[in-house]
T-cell receptor, first 113, second 114 residues
Framework: EADIYQTPRYLVIGTGKKITLECSQTMGHDKMYWYQQDPGMELHLIHYSYGVNSTEKGDLSSESTVSRIRTEHFPLTLESARPSHTSQYLC????????????FGPGTRLTVT | KNQVEQSPQSLIILEGKNCTLQCNYTVSPFSNLRWYKQDTGRGPVSLTIMTFSENTKSNGRYTATLDADTKQSSLHITASQLSDSASYICVVSDRGSTLGRLYFGRGTQLTVWP
């Protein structure tokens, strides 16, 4: 069982609201990731971090932002949510190395009305 | 273009039967190939990770194979159970960057009927 947590699990909000999706892991992993996944589709990397104060954008353009102030915490923020942001957001982490397992959180299902 | 293609898109089998899922990839340079199981509404859980030199790896009733020459992999599930109903995702990592990019397939949706 992976020690990586996401809150909230489900969120329904109105357009224009600011939201923060929380992700934390207790495994001491340096690398953390945010993915976006629509039903029946592949995961798309939107943000990643190699460590504290390190954040980079992924392959899929996203209006969200992330921060990494502590090793165990990697929150994702949407300043003004829109219906196009409706999706599943998955957080993951891994230790250093090439063929190491990537552990995923349970995900946050976001619906913007 | 680096891609991961999975087939079939969906599969229905009866409990107790075996099945095989396929994955073809064009990712280069290749680092490793992973199979994940994703239950509905949950995050993916790793089943196997195989590097270039490995051509078979088992995890209980799950057996993955890798042919790095033809860039194909398969996941064989033996004696299926109702709890095997999930999406099975093939993921290939490259070694061309420090990130170790992961390329995800769209998954095969497996349904096991009693």
């Amino acid at each position: 069982e992976a020690d990586i947590y996401q809150t909230p699990r489900y969120l329904v909000i109105g357009t224009g609201k600011k939201i923060t999706l929380e992700c934390s892991q207790t495994m001491g992993h340096d690398k953390m990731y945010w993915y976006q996944q629509d039903p029946g589709m592949e995961l798309h990397l939107i943000h990643y971090s190699y460590g504290v104060n390190s954040t980079e954008k992924g392959d899929l353009s996203s209006e969200s932002t992330v921060s990494r102030i502590r090793t165990e915490h990697f929150p994702l923020t949407l300043e003004s949510a829109r219906p196009s942001h409706t999706s599943q957001y998955l957080c993951a982490s891994t230790r250093q190395g090439a063929s190491v397992e990537q552990y995923f959180g349970p995900g946050t299902r976001l619906t913007v009305t | 273009k680096n891609q991961v293609e999975q087939s079939p898109q969906s599969l229905i089998i009866l409990e107790g039967k075996n099945c095989t899922l396929q994955c073809n990839y064009t990712v280069s340079p290749f680092s490793n190939l992973r199979w994940y199981k994703q239950d509905t509404g949950r995050g993916p859980v790793s089943l196997t990770i195989m590097t270039f030199s490995e051509n078979t790896k088992s995890n209980g009733r799950y057996t993955a194979t890798l042919d790095a020459d033809t860039k194909q992999s398969s996941l064989h599930i033996t004696a299926s159970q109702l709890s095997d109903s999930a999406s099975y995702i093939c993921v290939v990592s490259d070694r061309g960057s420090t990130l170790g990019r992961l390329y995800f397939g769209r998954g095969t949706q497996l349904t096991v009927w009693p």
